[in-house]
């Protein structure tokens, strides 16, 4: 934001390491890690959605997986893999992570199987306040 930028102004540039919105970290292994505070630039533009029924909301976002019983809805030909944002029913975002198992599979899975492996949400703002940069 240009507040923002304003503020960086009065740094010294040898000082000033970075400036703006921290989408994720590199991993030792030299992955990179989306972090919550992507939610709000990557939600508008995701190809593929899960929306999540109001009893699993708290368990998402707690950092759990999403389970077949707990999936309200899935973007059709959602791959095995590809990753997703996670949606309420009210079409809130509340994070994103990975399709565990496709659409198609989606449908004749047992209730208690995993769906979408979780990867960060919401709930991480009050979780991790002192570490989340």
Not at 33 to 42: E, K, N, P, Y
Request: glycine share 8%.
């Amino acid at each position: 934001s240009e507040k923002l930028l304003k503020l960086a102004a009065s740094v010294p540039r040898e000082s000033l390491v970075a400036l703006g919105t921290c989408f994720g970290k590199f991993t030792k292994s030299q992955k990179f890690r989306l972090s919550v505070t992507a939610l709000d630039f990557l939600a508008p533009y995701a190809k593929y959605k899960v929306w999540v029924k109001p009893g699993s909301e708290q368990s998402f976002l707690y950092g759990n997986h999403v389970l077949k019983s707990g999936l309200g809805r899935i973007t059709e030909n959602t791959a095995q893999y590809q990753g997703v944002v996670v949606y309420s029913m009210a079409d809130v975002p509340l994070g994103f992570g990975v399709a565990a198992k496709s659409t198609q599979e989606c449908r004749k899975v047992d209730p208690l199987a995993i769906v979408v492996f979780h990867q960060a949400d919401i709930g991480e703002y009050v979780r991790n306040e002192d570490t989340l940069t």
